[in-house]
């Protein structure tokens, strides 16, 4: 997890796993500065509070539905949360294998 890029930062590099990362987070709306502040914000709480990035099944999903999980989610226990994280790796590496399979 600790090489998981943050929602809302364009993971770089020619790798495929950058690729599939900036594909997941197409719907991800860079030019929406309320938003994007909102979620470098909730990053930082985030990763103060559970010691690692903010991992969201983020294809499929607008700024705002992964801004409304980060808020919901910041209200969580490290014991309430970390069964939510592993659903969404879960989540993230259904997607991946599909797409690698397809």
Known sequence: LPHHPR??????????????????QAGVDPTDAA???ALAEGNRAYEE??????????AGRSSREILDALTA????TPD???????DQLRQIAVLRLKGLLA
């Open 7 to 24: 929602i809302g930062e364009r993971p770089a590099g020619p790798g495929a796993e950058a690729a599939m990362s900036r594909a997941e």
């Open 35 to 37: 938003v994007a502040a």
């Open 49 to 58: 509070k559970f010691g690692r990035v903010f991992l969201v099944r983020a």
């Open 73 to 76: 989610r910041l209200a969580h």
């Open 80 to 86: 309430q949360e970390e069964p939510v994280v592993a």
